[in-house]
């Protein structure tokens, strides 16, 4: 049996199906893409930082507020011109610093859920303006419940007043620097376990149904 063989014109026509030596479709972006792409990333910046603004401006003067509050303080004993712990093996030194973390993980759990309930679909831009905030908000805290407290100068004048023998308390300082990530640990940690508790979820997509045969 013989094959025939294509003519000319079949040469030319177009064949059906997919075509294994055609070139490859361009994969260049269709114009108007990077506008849209640079007014996203433009209004996830601003979301992130009014985020950021918001949580710092409630996280420092309330967590500042408690801390100088319930911190418990260190008692000096005058003697002479010199003060002294009253007792130097009370852990009254080491207690503000626990009470300041302790409390910016409780306004930070606050703080958290507040911004998953005003943003039930929170993205990058609101973790991260979350937990920027939470840090700034740690900082402000830090400095407020130091502003709040006498000066060392005045602490020093009202010795003087009381005289040999009389107890006062010392200013309020925060010894460990890294009690200040507990507003952000806490923020961070409420608001995770809010979107995995009550955050929108991904339709399940059902597996293939494969026809039997027989």
């Given at each position: 049996m013989t094959v025939p063989l294509p003519?000319?014109?079949?040469?030319?026509?177009?064949?059906?199906?997919l075509d294994p030596w055609a070139a490859p479709p361009s994969l260049a972006p269709t114009g108007g893409g990077g506008g849209d792409t640079r007014v996203q990333w433009g209004r996830e910046i601003r979301t992130g930082a009014v985020v950021?603004?918001?949580?710092?401006?409630?996280?420092?003067?309330?967590?500042?507020?408690?801390?100088?509050?319930?911190a418990p303080r260190v008692?000096?004993?005058?003697?002479?011109?010199?003060?002294y712990l009253?007792?130097?093996?009370?852990?009254?030194?080491?207690?503000?610093?626990?009470t300041f973390l302790l409390l910016g993980v409780a306004v930070g759990l606050a703080a958290g859920v507040g911004v998953f309930l005003a943003r039930r679909r929170s993205g990058v831009a609101e973790t991260a303006g979350l937990a920027l905030g939470a840090g700034l908000g740690a900082v402000l805290a830090w400095r407020l419940g130091?502003?709040?407290e006498p000066s060392r100068e005045e602490v020093r004048e009202l010795a003087r007043r009381l005289g040999?023998?009389?107890?006062?308390?010392?200013?309020?300082?925060?010894?460990?620097?890294?009690?200040?990530?507990?507003p952000a640990f806490g923020a961070l940690l409420g608001h995770f376990v809010c979107m995995a508790l009550w955050g929108p979820r991904e339709p399940v997509r059902r597996p293939p149904v494969?026809?039997?045969w027989g």
């Open positions: 003519t000319p014109d079949d040469r030319k026509a177009p064949m059906r199906g950021m603004a918001a949580v710092a401006a409630a996280v420092g003067p309330v967590l500042g507020l408690l801390w100088e509050r319930l008692r000096l004993l005058v003697g002479g011109d010199a003060l009253e007792n130097p093996e009370s852990q009254r030194a080491i207690a503000g610093d626990g130091e502003l709040l040999e023998g009389a107890l006062v308390d010392a200013p309020l300082t925060l010894n460990a620097p890294g009690a200040l990530i507990g494969f026809p039997r």
